[in-house]
Nanobody, 127 residues
């Protein structure tokens, strides 16, 4: 049974930093592209960032590029999202997700393609 278990998140002020973690089990972690999505109240779940199986290739939405950093440690079955210079508009529930990848082709930003999801963690950025 595949599980993605998240930790981190919380209430911070504008300009602060947070790190989210996501640990996978029940899967060969380095066979999966992993990503972060977020969902603000009343809005669709949106892509934040993704990282390739090896960690060499990353992708970011325009709204977080330059402020957030995705990483992974395959030996620990763990991925991270370092969030810096947080803004009130970053307030949302954050979800990690995983999709099996053969290693070829571009990473997907489409949430419908991701098979496995974490339980979500809340990030609130106060102004």
């Amino acid at each position: 049974q595949v599980q993605l278990v998240q930790s981190g998140g919380g209430l911070v002020q504008t300009g602060d930093s947070l790190r989210l973690s996501c640990v996978g089990s029940g899967l060969i972690f380095n066979n999966y592209v992993v990503a972060w999505f977020r969902q603000a109240p009343g809005k669709e779940r949106e892509f934040v960032s993704a990282i390739s199986r090896s960690g060499v290739i990353t992708d970011y939405s325009d709204s977080v590029k330059g402020r957030f950093a995705i990483s992974r440690v395959n030996a620990k079955n763990t991925m991270y999202l370092q969030m810096n210079s947080l803004k009130p508009e970053d307030t949302a529930d954050y979800f990690c997700a995983a999709i099996y990848s053969s290693g070829s082709g571009p990473m997907t930003r489409d949430k419908r393609n991701y098979a496995y999801w974490g339980q979500g963690t809340q990030v609130i950025v106060s102004s």
